[in-house]
């Protein structure tokens, strides 16, 4: 998978978990330490992006990337990953400890494996999931231009991008400290059935 860098989004607020949701324990492990994981089997290096103000513990293999300190907006994350990066990036919001490697190779595959599209970005449910999708560079001018209150969904919808069917379960995101409970107990019960 040369030439992908994997990005992990973590520039949220997280104010529905109550603050630092990327650091957010889960398992013994930040939140943010998941995808990281999962991107690394995949992609040439990784890198969380977030704010300059972002709590965030090492995450082994994963370098820090800084994003402009406004938006808070994913767009502004994606973006700034796609400079930084001078190439394809897959992105992956912090807050899916569920994506697998399989799921991230179908995206970067569907994309012609370093950015033969604009982007290739995960499908579930009939909803699209655009913090979950390999995004190349010609998507830059699009991104930057995008209207500061513009729904991520609808931007990267006016990119035609592909799209790659995949489980709900997969691209689930972990919001609340309910939803963090909910996926403690499911990677409990995962742990005890292996």
Known sequence: MNGVIGAVLAGGGGSRMGGGKAAAMLAGRPLAAYPAEVLAQV????????????????????????????????????????????????????????????????????????????????????????VLGLYAPTALAALRSAPENARLTDTVAALDPVRVALPPRLVRSVDTPEDLAEAEAELAGGRSAA
């Open 43 to 130: 992609c040439e290096r990784v890198a969380v992006v977030c704010k300059p103000d972002t709590e965030l513990p090492l995450i082994r293999g994963a370098e820090r990337w800084d994003e402009p300190v406004d938006p808070r907006h994913p767009i502004t994350g994606i973006a700034y990953a796609l400079e930084r990066a001078g190439g394809p990036v897959l992105v992956c919001a912090a807050d899916m400890p569920f994506v697998t490697a399989d799921a991230c190779r179908s995206l970067i595959e569907a994309a012609g494996g370093a950015g033969a599209v604009d982007a290739a970005v995960a499908i579930a449910g009939g909803v699209l999931q655009p």
